[in-house]
């Protein structure tokens, strides 16, 4: 049986088995299926952790986050207040977009451009709120870039490749200059006409050191089994047959954690 939190048991695996070197990449994948729960469970791991944490939240408001932290025993409010969590809310930010006059470029000044293919703006808000501190301030452990999700941004007019090139530097910034992780969502839509998605999806599985991919049952909905999660972990840098390593759990979201169990040891079935 799996530890009931993921994001220890997948973190810890995945800095047990790439110790040293640059930060991770860690690709959060669902199909058929809410993967939410796995951006959950790994911000509330990476602030328990003394993380500083980057979270560009496009999805949902600043007090859904917040709610559901709070039943994993974080709160994002006084994370926020005390500098340890930058929020990007992506919700409120884009009001603010169309009908405020910005003195500076906004993260997302890309919504009120005709042909958006710029992440500049919103790289750059990253770097910034992810920047060494000085001294005097609190010191916080690894930086960490969390994204929920990038699909989105597919969905608001940008290319495939304009996401990838903004992965691509805030990897060089967050994993290689400054030794931090990075988590991003992306939803895998089935469709094989959709070719932006799948460039952003297969892009970004090559660059990955750990992949979650959560999938609906092929059964349809169950009471007791909410569906299959498929651990990837990758090393980019050696063979492909010596690289990658694969395990499947079926899992169930409960009110305050996630239980996993082998594929027909449900407590439900046996």
């Known amino acids: 049986k799996c530890p009931g939190r993921l994001a220890d048991y997948a973190s810890a695996y995945v800095h047990r088995r790439i110790p040293g070197g640059p930060g991770k990449l860690t690709l959060l994948c669902d199909a058929n299926t809410d993967g939410s729960f796995l951006v959950h469970h790994f911000l509330s791991f990476y602030l328990k952790a003394n993380c500083k944490v980057c979270f560009v939240a496009l999805i949902q408001s600043f007090s859904h986050y917040n709610i559901v932290g709070q039943k994993l025993g974080v709160s994002l409010t006084v994370a926020r207040e005390c500098g340890q969590l930058v929020f990007l809310e992506g919700l409120k930010s884009s009001v603010d977009v169309f ?3 910005q003195a500076e470029p906004h993260p997302l000044q890309f919504l009120r451009e005709a042909n958006a293919e710029n992440l500049q703006p919103l790289y750059e808000f990253v770097r910034e709120a992810l920047k060494p501190v000085d001294d ?4 916080w452990r690894c930086p960490v870039l969390l994204v ?3 699909s989105v941004l597919l969905s ?3 290319g495939a490749v304009a996401v990838l090139d903004f992965i691509h530097y805030c990897r060089a910034t967050v994993c ?3 030794k931090g992780n ?3 969502l ?3 839509s089935g469709d094989t006409e959709d070719e932006e998605n799948n460039i952003l999806l297969n892009g970004l599985s090559h660059q990955s050191h750990l992949i979650l991919r959560a999938e609906g049952l092929a059964t349809g909905f169950c009471r007791d089994v909410h569906g ?3 651990i990837l972990w990758r090393t980019p840098s050696q063979p492909t047959t010596q690289r990658d390593q694969s395990l499947t759990y079926q899992y169930k979201i409960q009110d305050k954690s996630v239980s996993f169990f082998a594929k027909g040891m449900s407590p439900a079935v046996l």
């Open 182 to 184: 990075i988590v991003a």
């Open 186 to 188: 992306v939803h895998d």
């Open 228 to 230: 299959q999660l498929r």
């Open 148 to 150: 929920d999700d990038l």
């Open 136 to 139: 005097g301030e609190a010191a």
């Open 156 to 158: 608001l007019g940008m």
């Open 99 to 101: 009908f405020r006059a």
């Open 176 to 178: 290689w200059e400054r």
